[in-house]
């Protein structure tokens, strides 16, 4: 038989032993995708901004609310806050990413063995997520703070480093870091939205096709691609859709918005006060966003990770039906 023809094997089941140049090019990897991805999705982030918490906003779709920002502040308007957008997903991009491998590693070494790491992969995929996106967002926070009162607040300084300046001496660290809750509870399930969908929708491709299938897209960059993007945006709809409510709540406390009190009664308070409909406001924009952030990150990480010559992640899908 022809070998070129021989249908291959899942790849065997082995816990890599990264090193520490592999976690840097991680890092390295996950920065620039996300910082890239979002710092051009500056535009639609900033509408969808002000969707959430511009009265003046509320009734405009995302088309006419462009237009309206066109209009009113130039094309300029369109990219306010890219300066804390870029350097904070750099920040955050690359301790996410490198964090999900790290601690999904962990995770499969405390399991003890191959069964259990693929009967708990559930479990895995989601602790990974949520510790690796806590200690993202400390990162994040206060440049994401910036970020919403640039965009939020007309006039409040002229880019990142005066933003930035301007929110620290006025708050100090308690107010760069007011909307660490509420982050949290935006960014953890986008993170478990985008890591965990996106390992089952590649798990269910390829439970669900013949070994010579599986041989032909291993050497197909073509169809490799078309995984990766399909399986990047429905990933990026599940992080849109889990995340948005919580999304809203951070842009109304970093606006300051909200009775005083405790972060989890303001939360509960602007909460009940905007109804189901006010939390979702703007989730259309938002999945058109996300589903182009999560499907090019996944793209992008992986071209960067092979340019860098760091190694596969650690997969633990299921191979069968059974």
């Known amino acids: 038989m022809d070998k070129s023809k ?19 090019s991680f890092f390295l990897a996950g920065a620039l995708c996300c910082t890239i991805s979002h710092g051009a999705m500056t535009p639609i982030d900033v509408v969808k901004t002000r969707i959430q918490i511009d009265p003046a906003y509320r009734a405009h779709s995302f088309l006419s609310g462009t237009r309206h920002i066109i209009k009113v502040e130039g094309p300029k ?21 490198a964090g999900y491998e790290y601690w999904k590693k962990r995770f499969v070494e405390i399991s003890g063995s191959q069964e259990n790491a693929v009967r708990n992969r559930t479990a895995i995929y989601l602790g990974a997520a949520t ?75 390829f439970r669900n096709i013949t070994e010579e299938t599986r041989y032909t897209i291993y050497n197909s960059p073509t169809l490799k691609f078309s995984i990766q993007l399909g ?3 429905i990933a990026g709809f599940a992080a849109a859709i889990l995340s948005h409510p919580a999304d809203t709540l951070l842009s109304q406390i970093n606006k300051g918005h909200g009775p005083t009190g405790s972060m989890a009664y303001r939360l509960i308070t602007l909460g009940r006060e905007a109804g189901l409909r006010g939390l979702f406001a703007g989730l259309g924009p938002r999945m058109i966003m996300t589903a182009g952030l999560v499907s090019s990150q996944f793209l992008m990480y992986g071209a960067i990770k092979d340019a860098l010559g760091a190694p596969a992640g650690l997969e633990i899908h299921k191979q069968s039906k059974a």
Not at 80 to 95: E, I, K, M, N, R
């Open 231 to 233: 399986c990047g945006i």
């Open 6 to 24: 021989t249908p291959v094997s899942p790849r065997a089941f082995v816990i890599p032993q990264f090193t520490r140049q592999d976690y840097t």
């Open 131 to 205: 510790i690796a996106e806590f200690f993202a967002d400390i990162l994040l926070t206060p440049l994401e703070a910036t970020r919403i009162r640039l965009v939020s607040q007309r006039g409040y300084a002229t880019g990142l480093v005066s933003g930035f300046t301007r929110l620290a001496r006025e708050g100090g660290v308690r107010e760069l870091y007011a909307g660490f809750l509420p982050i949290l509870c935006k960014q953890i399930p986008y993170a478990i939205g985008q890591f965990t969908v996106n390992e089952f929708c590649h798990e269910i491709i």
């Open 77 to 97: 308007g369109l990219l306010t806050g890219f300066g804390p957008t870029a350097v904070g997903y750099l920040a955050q991009g690359g301790a996410k990413f």
